[in-house]
């Protein structure tokens, strides 16, 4: 495989995950989950995304669709389209897989991929986060990052804006 076939390799359909999940489990690793829009890729979600992966051996990301992103940030939104934001983001070394996901929440998205440990930003408290029953029923944890000042997708929209 070249460069660019790993890269889409790791754009996983959710009808195809079952293998990779049970691969991942006979090697007893343990499955990090996070989730998000990814609008524009930028210095924080990287950051975020590297503390992420580092909290265990794989790293899944469940990625809103372009129609649900719309409906959680609006009809502007998202400047790129969900094939582009998985590009990205299954570009970076340390993402093992990206997994769309239609809904609002990825709870049914972390019912299918029980993660061993799931993560999001410290604006949410641990019990607040969607599927945190999930993990913890599991035996699991929750784990909350802080972002990084001054780097968000909206500010970085806002200030192009202005310019």
Same mark, same amino acid.
């Given at each position: 495989?070249?460069?660019?076939?790993?890269?889409?390799?790791?754009?996983? +359909? =959710?009808? !195809?995950?079952?293998?990779?999940?049970?691969?991942?489990?006979?090697?007893? @690793?343990?499955? /990090?989950?996070?989730? %998000?829009?990814? +609008? =524009?890729? !930028?210095?924080?979600?990287?950051?975020?995304?590297?503390?992420?992966?580092? @909290?265990?051996? /794989?790293?899944?990301? %469940?990625?809103?669709?372009?129609?649900?992103?719309?409906?959680?940030?609006?009809?502007?939104?998202?400047?790129?389209?969900?094939?582009?934001?998985?590009?990205?983001?299954?570009?970076?070394?340390?993402?093992?897989?990206?997994?769309?996901?239609?809904?609002?929440?990825?709870?049914?998205?972390?019912?299918?991929?029980?993660?061993?440990?799931?993560?999001?930003?410290?604006?949410?408290?641990?019990?607040?986060?969607?599927?945190?029953?999930?993990?913890?029923?599991?035996?699991?944890?929750?784990?909350?990052?802080?972002?990084?000042?001054?780097?968000?997708?909206?500010?970085?929209?806002?200030?192009?804006?202005?310019?």
């Amino acid at each position: 495989m070249n460069k660019l076939e790993i890269i889409q390799s790791k754009i996983i +359909d =959710i009808d !195809h995950v079952e293998p990779l999940l049970t691969y991942w489990n006979l090697k007893n @690793q343990k499955i /990090v989950f996070t989730n %998000g829009c990814f +609008d =524009i890729l !930028h210095r924080g979600h990287v950051e975020y995304l590297a503390q992420a992966a580092s @909290q265990g051996d /794989v790293l899944v990301i %469940g990625l809103n669709t372009d129609s649900s992103v719309r409906r959680i940030k609006g009809p502007s939104r998202p400047v790129q389209d969900e094939y582009a934001r998985a590009m990205l983001l299954a570009s970076l070394s340390f993402v093992s897989a990206v997994i769309y996901f239609d809904e609002d929440t990825p709870y049914n998205l972390i019912k299918r991929v029980q993660p061993d440990i799931l993560v999001k930003g410290s604006d949410y408290k641990a019990e607040d986060i969607v599927g945190y029953d999930i993990v913890k029923a599991k035996g699991g944890e929750v784990v909350t990052i802080d972002f990084i000042d001054g780097y968000s997708t909206t500010s970085i929209i806002e200030k192009l804006k202005k310019d």
